[in-house]
């Protein structure tokens, strides 16, 4: 929702983790995650912030993508069957804020975003079991 998801203060080892499945044209489309903890502002979540599962395979091309979206780090191609992927959010947090403390005491809005360019259409992403955890001490 419009408010995110409120990570308790304090709390550690904060993680995103969903299944999905995705048909883009190769190099071309695809689907990233991004992260807020305004509302307004979003990152992209680096690869390195991917810690198990599928990860990105691909880049978004430099023919015809949308202004600001060449070369970001993309889940492209074809996956037919679901897979998981696990995101350390605190790592995300940390890199927005600049500091240590990870995504205790934020509300953190994810966005799972489809990036295409201006040709070759597909069927996109499939997202299902989307799921929030930390621990709280």
Request: charged residues 10%.
């Amino acid at each position: 929702g419009a408010s995110g998801i409120v990570v308790p203060a304090g709390s550690t080892a904060a993680t995103l983790t969903f299944g999905h499945r995705r048909r883009y044209e190769s190099g071309f489309d695809g689907g990233t995650l991004a992260v807020s903890l305004n509302g307004t502002n979003y990152t992209f979540v680096p690869a390195t912030s991917i810690t198990a599962g599928a990860t990105y395979n691909g880049a978004v091309s430099n023919s015809c993508p949308p202004a600001g979206a060449a070369g970001v780090s993309i889940f492209t191609g074809v996956q037919t069957a679901f897979v998981s992927t696990t995101v350390n959010l605190d790592a995300v947090c940390n890199s927005i804020t600049g500091g240590s403390a990870g995504c205790g005491g934020q509300s953190v809005r994810v966005a799972f975003t489809s990036i295409t360019d201006c040709s070759t259409t597909d069927d996109g992403w499939f997202i299902d079991n989307v799921n929030v955890t930390a621990c709280v001490p």
